[in-house]
C-alpha cells in the first residue's frame, strides 16, 4: 500500500493506519494502554517473571503484521512482539541489530525503531531500501507474515531527561529515526526543559520522512525546532538549500558549551562533512567511536 502526502497529512502525521505513529499525549494510546491494564487484572493469571521481548545477545524471531509505504524507496514496517501486553522496553537512544543470512553469509545492521519504547505489542523500523543493499533489500521483499531476526539493546548513547541544556541534530535521510525516538521522549515529559533543534537533510521534498510529525510536534512544543534542507527543491521551497553547511550549523545549532550536545546521523559522507564543520566552529573533535559524555555524538 502506497499513501500520498495528502492522505498521511490527513492524518496529521501521528497515526498511520491506525497503527503506530500516535501523539504521545493523545488519548487513543492512553486508552489503548488502560484497556491493556484492565484486560491483565480482570482475566489474567499470575505468573513468573515475564521474558523480556529483547536479548542483547540472543537474536529473536519478530514476525511482520504491516508494512506502510512512505516514499519512493522507504517504508515503515510494523512487527508483533511475543505478547500483546509486551513492550520493547529499549532505552532511549539506544538501537536493535537485525541479522539475516544472505548468500550463505550472515550480514548484520543496526536499526533505530520509530515507534516509542513504551508502544503495547508491537515496533516499528523505518527502513530505506537500495536495489544494491543486504539488509535493507531484504526488508523490502518482505511479506506479511514472514520474520526477522533482531536482538538488542545496542549503543552508547542512552537519553535521560534534562541530561543536558540543549540539543543539536543534525541528520539526513533515514537517520532521523534516533533523533525522532529522543525527541519525542523529550516533548512528552513535561519535566524536561531540554531544547531541541533539528537539521534534516534530504535530496526531494518527497524524500522528507515523516514531515506531518515533525512539523505538529514543532507547532505543539516550542522546545523543539525543525529546519529542512534539499539538495533539489522544488520552486517556492522556504527552507535550506544544497548540502548541510557552517552557516547552517550556525544559525540552528546550540553554540559550543559544556552544557550542550550535537547529535549526528546520516550517510557516511555527511557524517564525515558534519564532523569536520563542527570542529571548525568550535566544538569537539568528533571521535571515531562515540561515548555517551560527548560533546559531538554520532550514532
Not at 186 to 210: C, G, H, Q, R, S
Not at 260 to 272: D, F, S, W
Request: glycine share 8%; with cysteine; hydrophobic share 40%.
Amino acid at each position: 500500500m502506497t499513501l500520498s502526502k495528502t492522505t498521511i497529512a490527513a492524518a496529521s502525521g501521528i497515526i498511520v493506519l491506525g497503527v503506530y505513529l500516535v501523539d504521545q499525549t493523545s488519548l487513543p494510546l492512553a486508552a489503548e494502554r488502560f484497556a491493556a491494564s484492565c484486560s491483565r487484572y480482570l482475566f489474567g493469571k499470575k505468573k513468573g517473571p515475564k521474558t523480556p521481548p529483547l536479548d542483547p545477545k540472543e537474536y529473536r524471531k519478530f514476525t511482520l503484521v504491516d508494512k506502510v509505504v512512505v516514499s519512493p524507496n522507504t517504508a515503515l514496517y510494523k512487527f508483533s512482539l511475543p505478547n500483546d501486553d509486551d513492550i520493547l522496553n529499549l532505552p532511549i537512544g539506544q538501537h536493535i541489530s537485525i541479522m539475516a543470512n544472505i548468500n550463505g553469509k550472515e550480514i548484520s545492521r543496526s536499526y533505530t525503531p520509530t515507534s516509542s519504547s513504551d508502544d503495547i505489542g508491537h515496533f516499528v523500523l523505518c527502513i530505506k531500501s537500495y536495489p544494491q543493499g543486504n539488509i535493507s533489500k531484504m526488508f523490502s521483499e518482505l511479506s506479511i507474515g514472514d520474520t526477522i531476526n533482531a536482538r538488542g539493546p545496542k549503543g552508547q548513547f542512552n537519553y535521560t531527561p534534562n541530561m543536558c541544556r540543549a540539543i543539536g541534530m543534525i541528520a539526513g535521510g533515514t537517520g532521523l529515526t534516533p533523533m525522532l525516538q529522543i525527541i519525542r521522549a523529550i516533548v512528552k515529559n513535561p519535566e524536561d526543559k531540554t531544547l531541541v533543534n533539528l537539521i534534516f537533510a534530504n535530496v526531494t521534498e518527497e524524500d522528507i520522512l515523516l514531515k506531518a510529525e515533525l512539523d505538529l510536534l514543532s507547532k505543539k512544543h516550542p522546545q523543539f525546532k525543525v529546519h529542512y534542507v534539499l539538495n533539489n527543491p522544488p520552486e517556492g521551497w522556504t527552507g535550506g538549500v544544497g548540502f548541510v553547511n557552517s552557516e547552517m550549523i550556525k544559525e540552528h545549532m546550540p553554540k559550543p558549551a559544556s552544557d550542550i550536545k550535537v547529535l549526528l546521523c546520516g550517510p557516511p559522507p555527511m557524517i564525515t562533512a558534519m564532523s569536520k564543520i563542527t570542529q571548525e566552529l568550535g566544538y569537539d573533535k568528533v571521535n571515531a567511536i562515540s561515548k555517551l559524555p560527548d560533546q559531538v555524538f554520532k550514532f
